[in-house]
């Protein structure tokens, strides 16, 4: 489930903009948090939420055929 938001998140955004996800497996389902930079938030999100909406849905229909359940979570990535 990783590898697929992974995936997606590369071809949305550019090389410069850096992301990090981390994943919790329990049996019934899987948790994945999205790590953003402040500037890279709006493109994942999108107008209106669309884009993450989009990027749930996708994740929901294979989660639905691996019989599990999948959360996302965007998060702003703290500056050091």
Do not use: C
């Not at 229909?61 to 999948?70: L, P, S, Y």
């Amino acid at each position: 489930m990783k590898d697929l938001l992974v995936y997606i998140l590369e071809n949305i955004l550019t090389d410069e903009e850096k992301f990090r996800v981390e994943e919790e497996v329990s049996e019934e389902s899987v948790h994945l948090q999205i790590y953003l930079q402040p500037d890279s938030m709006g493109k994942v999100i999108g107008k209106g939420g669309k884009t993450i909406n989009a990027i749930k849905n996708i994740l929901k229909i294979k989660a639905i055929k691996d019989q599990i359940r999948v959360e996302v979570e965007v998060l702003e990535e703290e500056q050091k």
